[in-house]
């Protein structure tokens, strides 16, 4: 068996393009995502209508100024206040009641043709009026984002590319490798030998595991150190899950594998299977919670809406492995059936 | 002494085509057996039944006394095959090809070397090579030695000297009269007629069938057109 994966890790090795690839594409999909696919705000373009300018109006204009989310464009008048959002001049306008001072009454005018924008701002600009103003205080709602209440995309975006990159290079590279002996003809002469279709299996996710999990170590790392992702919940319990994750994503690549007769097949089907569902019912981009109920049993199903669910507990709020006891449970079992199937769907011989 | 090669009325089909019809043919002990015909003859899916690949629709064969069927893990052990079509790993040099395929089969190059050797040290100065850098002789011979390297008791041939220039076939064959001085029984197809002519006993096939089992007369391309017209 050594051999074996000895000789796949040559296959691996000497395919410098798709090595090069698998190691720089979540690189590159954590950077991109980390720092452009960013819904966070900021200089925000604000703009206050103040009938009377007290001076607690005064402090909560001062407050954001200071902010480095807001960037303050001047004080407009009742009647000027749809021509400046129309024209872009402020992205939002609080308009502050007459007796601000006393009640802390104020209204929010948000422009909402972007809607990212208008509910971060929003709440940015709740959050800033909110402090210091005593009649606020009082009257309002206190709101605290716990666990992430700078509300850094990051945040979310982390876990969730995780699942996607780790589903993409485990389940495609696989998905491609039995086939690929398949097309060459060399697995007519690797069934004509006493190696057991296990082995097979086996020795060929090794070393793909070992590579995935060098990508899990960088994503890690830039995580950490450049997205100041917190890995709250302890590294071992993130790279625990993840190794976890890796070996279904495996299984899932050898069950597509020994299922379809060409590469192009098996490259269509692991995008088909896999790309789709990630996007839209992970939770990556939209939460699972909105889809209508005949697709949320689908998003049940796929492995990443649990994976990332349970990086989202770990990384994020900093629960120990006890608070994704479900998460890893409903991953363990998926990964035992994707393995069995794997195994006995390999086709001994050649029909 | 039971026969290397037992093959009782097998027949196969892929949907409506009829690949085999009641094949039926013995390969003697340390015997080199032709498979002779044309191209769609069927002689590539005989060989895949007789190498455990496929499952004959009916009838029933074995190969050094175990069943193609029912024995096939064990017989996987103990059988050679070299498939018609350049079937090792391009990507990986030609020492790593034979070092592979003996640790797959549990032996090292060293414990066979005497029954290898003579492939072997043509192949030699190219070890470091890639095999898919290789000219078409010596993929084959590379291929050879691959398929013997576990010392097995039958060798299965399909079509070993197709691609290969004049000179290279004719070592090819040489190396396997080598070989069945080790008593190593060989079931070889081919298309080239004077081909035929090295072995002990060829089975002419046509559209599926076995015309006839005989020693190679000495004009084998006119004997064959001449039963083909009979057939």
Redesign the interface.
């Known amino acids: 068996m050594?051999?074996?994966i000895?000789?796949e890790m040559?296959?691996i090795l000497?395919?410098r393009r798709t090595l090069l690839v698998v190691l720089v594409i979540p690189l590159m999909l954590i950077m991109l995502f980390g720092f452009t696919v960013s819904t966070d705000v900021n200089n925000i373009k604000v703009m206050v209508c103040a009938p009377h300018r007290s001076y607690a109006v005064a402090q909560a204009v001062n407050r954001m100024t200071a902010s480095r989310y807001f960037e303050f464009k001047g004080f407009v008048d009742a009647g000027d206040i749809d021509q400046s959002l129309r024209t872009g001049k402020a992205a939002a306008v609080v308009v502050f009641a007459d007796d601000y001072d006393v009640s802390g009454k104020y209204q929010l005018l948000l422009d909402g043709a972007d809607v990212n924008t208008a509910r971060t701002s929003q709440a940015y600009l709740q959050s800033v009026l909110s402090t210091g103003n005593v009649a606020v205080k009082q009257s309002g709602i206190q709101t605290h984002m716990l666990f992430n209440p700078q509300m850094k995309s990051s945040f979310n975006f982390v876990p969730g590319i995780m699942g996607m990159i780790f589903l993409l290079i485990c389940a495609m590279m696989t998905s491609i490798s039995i086939v690929k002996e398949k097309e060459?003809?060399?697995m007519?002469?690797?069934?004509?030998?006493?190696?057991k279709p296990i082995y097979i299996i086996v020795s060929k996710m090794i070393p793909y595991l070992l590579l995935s999990f060098i990508d899990l170590v960088i994503i890690l790392v830039l995580a950490y150190f450049v997205l100041d992702v917190p890995l709250a919940g302890g590294v071992g319990n993130v790279v625990l899950v993840s190794v976890l994750y890796l070996v279904l994503a495996l299984a899932l690549g050898m069950m597509v594998s020994n299922v379809v007769e060409s590469q192009v097949a098996a490259l269509l089907i692991s995008a088909m299977v896999m790309i789709m569902p990630v996007i839209f019912f992970s939770g990556l981009l939209f939460p699972t919670e909105n889809i209508p109920w005949a697709l949320r049993w689908i998003s049940y199903v796929v492995p990443p809406r649990w994976y990332i669910d349970a990086m989202r507990k770990l990384m994020i709020e900093g629960v120990d492995l006890k608070g994704v006891l479900l998460e890893v449970g409903v991953l363990l079992a998926e990964t035992v059936v994707l393995m069995t199937a794997a195994v006995k769907k390999f086709n001994?011989?050649?029909? | 002494m039971a026969d290397a090669i037992t093959v009782n009325h097998i027949s196969k089909r892929y949907g409506t085509v009829e690949a085999l019809c009641d094949v039926s043919f013995n390969v003697q002990k340390g015997e080199i057996f032709g498979l002779i015909g044309p191209d769609g003859a069927g002689k590539t899916t005989l060989f895949?039944i007789l190498?455990?690949?496929?499952?004959p629709d009916n009838g029933s064969a074995s190969v050094d006394s175990l069943d193609v069927v029912g024995d096939?893990?064990l017989l996987?052990?103990r059988?050679g095959?070299?498939?018609g079509?350049?079937?090792?790993?391009?990507?990986?040099s030609v020492e790593?090809n034979i070092?592979?395929?003996a640790?797959?089969?549990?032996v090292t190059l060293e414990q066979n070397f005497d029954l290898v050797a003579p492939i072997y040290r043509q192949i030699e100065p190219f070890r470091k090579r890639r095999a898919g850098a290789l000219s078409g002789g010596m993929k084959q011979k590379l291929a050879l030695c691959?398929?013997l390297i576990h010392k097995p008791h039958v060798l299965f041939l399909d079509e070993p000297t197709t691609g290969v220039d004049v000179v290279s076939r004719a070592e090819l064959w040489e190396m396997l009269a080598d070989l069945k001085e080790q008593e190593i029984s060989i079931l070889a197809s081919t298309a080239y007629m004077d081909e035929g002519l090295r072995c002990n006993r060829v089975a002419l096939m046509s559209e599926g069938r076995v015309l006839e089992v005989c020693p190679p007369p000495d004009k084998l391309e006119e004997y064959f057109i001449e039963k083909l017209g009979n057939g």
């Open positions: 050594s051999s074996f000895r000789k040559l296959h000497r395919d060459t003809g060399t007519e002469v690797l069934l004509v030998s006493p190696v001994d011989r050649l029909e | 895949r190498t455990t690949l496929l499952l096939y893990r996987r052990t059988i095959y070299m498939p079509r350049f079937s090792l790993y391009p990507d990986l790593e070092n592979f395929f640790n797959i089969f549990g691959c398929a």
